[in-house]
């Protein structure tokens, strides 16, 4: 790490950055040195990202349950980001599968998701198609309703999000990004650091252009869900607004959102399409750093635990994206009994 910090002119931002990684990877070591929820899954495709696979199924998923891709961030792993954000508990709750993507630490030496790189950036090439591959061994094994695929990421997983959803947004009908950047940010790593440190802005139009040239897709697009912490030094908080631009112009929709309320004493605003739909929504959580927004606890809005990057700030981001989704339909109660047993 600490050579990585020598090839970068940003300094002591990015050396406190690395410093705070170490931190992350110390508790994501330690969870997965315990038992956890997830298993792993081989043989799914070509794989041509190198990536590793790792799923939750609840028991007795229902036919046609949805599916939700869930990536980690840097220095995180597949069984910790679960363990932090709680999205196992949402399953077994409400029934729906939970695929994983891992990264290896020979693809990128902090584990971070590569959306820097045009090599996997694009349809086709890298870790979009892994991932792809991933979901189709999903629809396989567990009968997934290819309609309800939804993807979500905090960090560099929240980079990827936006890289899923303009390369293969057939593929996806929502997603969420968490202290993410816009697709097509960067096309290196210099301009991968400067994105998130400084941010790159560019007009609505020419984001969208970038999404619209990743594909050959013309929609309908992906629902968006977009969360940021205003103290956030690790990305600054202006991607988030540079991603509502480019997905307000997919989307077609005025630059202004259509309504604005306080939800747990936080911002959120919301952009509806012409028949009232919510298409995109933007959380902003003031005083929180970098990481996923949390309310950990045994309620049914709450799940997750507090950790380096996953902030108890009483707001469950987890919970809150669910149901932007239409996720959070109750199982049977013999469904979550035995579910409940399992854990």
Request: with cysteine.
């Amino acid at each position: 790490m600490a050579k990585l910090a020598a090839k970068t002119p940003h300094g002591s931002r990015w050396e406190k950055l690395l410093s705070t990684l170490t931190a992350v990877k110390a508790w994501s070591d330690q969870v997965d040195a315990q038992e956890h929820r997830l298993v792993e899954v081989t043989a799914f495709g070509s794989n041509p990202g190198e990536l590793r696979m790792y799923a939750y199924v609840p028991d007795d998923l229902p036919a046609n349950a949805p599916l939700v891709v869930v990536l980690h961030g840097c220095t995180q792993s597949a069984g910790s980001y679960n363990k932090g954000a709680g999205w196992s508990t949402l399953a077994d709750r409400h029934g729906f599968a939970l695929l994983f993507p891992q990264q290896q630490w020979n693809n990128n030496p902090l584990r971070c998701f590569n959306w820097f790189k045009p090599e996997d950036n694009e349809r086709e090439r890298g870790e979009p198609l892994s991932i792809t591959q991933m979901v189709d061994r999903m629809a396989i094994d567990h009968g997934i309703d290819r309609r309800r695929v939804f993807v979500n990421g905090t960090s560099s997983g929240g980079a990827m999000t936006t890289v899923l959803l303009a390369t293969y947004p057939e593929v996806f009908a929502g997603g969420a990004v968490l202290a993410g950047v816009p697709y097509r940010t960067a096309k290196g790593l210099q301009e991968g650091l400067e994105s998130i440190f400084q941010g790159r802005c560019r007009s609505g139009r020419e984001w969208g252009d970038l999404v619209r040239a990743a594909s050959s897709h013309q929609g309908p697009w992906p629902k968006l869900s977009v969360w940021h912490g205003d103290a956030d030094t690790a990305v600054k908080p202006v991607n988030a607004e540079e991603i509502i631009k480019q997905w307000t112009d997919v989307h077609g929709l005025d630059a202004n959102p259509t309504m604005q309320m306080t939800v747990a004493g936080y911002p959120r605003r919301v952009w509806q399409g012409p028949d009232g739909e919510e298409l995109i929504e933007s959380y902003t959580i003031t005083g929180m750093s970098h990481g996923a927004a949390l309310d950990p606890g045994a309620e049914p809005h709450q799940c997750g635990t507090a950790a380096p990057f996953f902030n108890a700030v009483g707001i469950s981001s987890t919970h809150r994206i669910a149901d932007f989704w239409g996720l959070l339909a109750e199982r049977p109660a013999s469904a979550r009994t035995a579910a409940a047993a399992a854990a």
